[in-house]
Nanobody
């Protein structure tokens, strides 16, 4: 079972930027598609973005397209989420996850490894 550890969350003003990192250990990270999800208390977890293991397929939620960028470094077993032009509605706990799907799927049921989450708070 691959273990995931997120970092990089924090408090930022609207319009600011943050970069989240997720380091994987205990498995063949390069063979997994990586995704980021987020959750606000009292609401369902929602898909943010994913990148396929082969780098040739990415998928962004409409709410973040053009502001967020996902990338990965297989040599470092790490996936990143660069978040620019942050808005208060981006406030959530952000989770990284892995799936054996070859596509950058939005279906969280297909992700079987999850991190513990990192809090992102955007003040207005």
């Amino acid at each position: 079972q691959v273990q995931l550890t997120e970092s990089g969350g924090g408090l930022v003003q609207a319009g600011g930027s943050l970069r989240l990192s997720c380091v994987a250990s205990g498995g063949a990270f390069s063979r997994y598609t990586s995704g980021w999800f987020r959750q606000v208390p009292g609401k369902e977890r929602e898909f943010v973005v994913a990148i396929s293991w082969s780098f040739d397929n990415t998928n962004y939620a409409n709410s973040v397209r053009g502001r967020f960028t996902i990338s990965r470094d297989n040599a470092k077993n790490t996936v990143y989420l660069q978040m620019n032009s942050l808005k208060p509605e981006d406030t959530a706990v952000y989770y990284c996850a892995l799936t054996v799907s070859t596509l950058a799927t939005v279906n969280e049921r297909l992700y079987n490894s999850w991190g513990q989450g990192t809090q992102v708070t955007v003040s207005s």
